[in-house]
């Protein structure tokens, strides 16, 4: 397949090279500009892993021959993305069953894979993975990463502005993987990666690739999950869906979005927002206004210059979505214990970031509507915020109580482009 820089529109590379450049030329995010149509009822008739190997291989082409491409979707889509019934019209879409709880396993584990598959056929044999998260990247892509041969892994995230939890699924590794915790917020961290680009130098020292939701094959990994979820809806109601996505670099909402240009019948998609609702404040006034980011409940949504927007300008320029398509709205630290209450007054257990999706969802669902919100972390990694919202106290999960007891091995940092290089270099083979 043949992916267009947004910004430089001469520059044209295929899968495997945007798996591997991650950023094009001058920032620009790389994006298809034509799109298969699929066979949606047959594939939503099929189980996960073989649908999801048939879509992606719809977008990707000959680039991975079939059996491969199918063996490398079964590993890294090894766990379920279940349809929790909340309400008669309301559902969870729970995307937390994977290794480090959080919706950002499909994307990394499967970008892990197709980087791998990518060097190999470059014959590079080392790479230098550096990411800035908001709080669930980091794990996801260090986990994703772990041990592979070849690969060093440097994380960057906000210092105090995450989750101990959160915090502790990634810090704690080692080995091939370094964690920075920046003096600065998630914004300033992402400038930071962006800085390194900018070094070719470095960049080509280094075979330095960004596992951030600027990716490519992250965005087209998480489409799947989307067919996943409506194939979980009874027959009678699937011309009616509307789905509501928690947003902060806007990377899940895209991959909604290009799910229904594939076909999936979506009615609406609906991108929720914190207080950091550059989006929303777009969307009414037409005005690209950044404020500073602030620190909500819903952390890994503390995000003020959404990376991906590009993106959804670039499916209504193609024409493949409406404006209608998608609505945007902002839900404060208020309402999202609210939403919380509510939902666990219905049994459903959840944590700020769906509940700012719940909350969303129950303001713009119309009657005769089935509303899906997204379930984009497990409930107990944010333990505390979770447990002083609701009075009750929650259990970990296996994955979070093995590291909830272990030491940071995370090395503090400004948030400095010079000291970032220093450490950088430092781990030049
Ligand atoms: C990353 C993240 C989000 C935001 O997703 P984007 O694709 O960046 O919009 C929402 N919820 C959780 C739990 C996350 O980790």
Known sequence: ???????????????????????????????????????????LAQPFAKRSAAILQALIGDELPEAELSALVAEAFAFGAPLAAVTEDVACLELFHGPT???????????????????????????????ATSGDTGAAVAHAFYQRPGAEVVILFPKGKISVLQEKLFTTLGKNIHTLAVDGDFDQCQALVKEVFNDRDLVKRLNINSANSINISRLFAQICYYFEAVAQVPADKRHNIVI?????????????????VLGLPIKRMIAATNANDTVPRYWQSGD????????????????????NWPRVEDLLAQGVIQRSDLVTTMVDEEDTQLAMRQLAQLGYLSEPHAAVAYRALKRELQPDEFGI?????????????????????????????????????????AADFVELRKVLLSLEK
């Open 101 to 131: 709880l959080a919706f950002k396993d499909f994307g990394g584990r499967f970008m892990a894979r197709a980087l791998m598959a990518s060097q190999q056929r470059s014959g590079v044999t080392n790479t230098t993975i550096v990411t």
């Open 288 to 307: 690209w206004q950044v404020k500073p980011t602030v620190a909500t409940l819903s952390n890994a949504m503390d995000v003020s210059a959404p990376n």
């Open 1 to 43: 397949m043949q992916l267009r820089n947004i910004k430089v529109p001469s520059q044209q590379v295929s899968f495997l090279e945007a798996v591997r450049i991650g950023l094009g030329e001058q920032q620009g995010l790389f994006f298809p500009d034509s799109w298969p149509k699929l066979e949606v009822e047959t594939l």
């Open 244 to 260: 509501s996505v928690p947003s902060g670099n806007f990377g899940n909402v895209t991959a909604g979005l290009i799910a229904k």
């Open 373 to 413: 919100f997204l379930g984009t972390a497990h409930p107990a990694k944010f333990k505390e915020q979770v447990e002083n919202i609701l009075g009750n106290p929650i259990a970990l999960p296996p994955a979070l109580a093995a590291v909830a007891g272990e030491a940071s091995l995370a090395v503090d940092m």
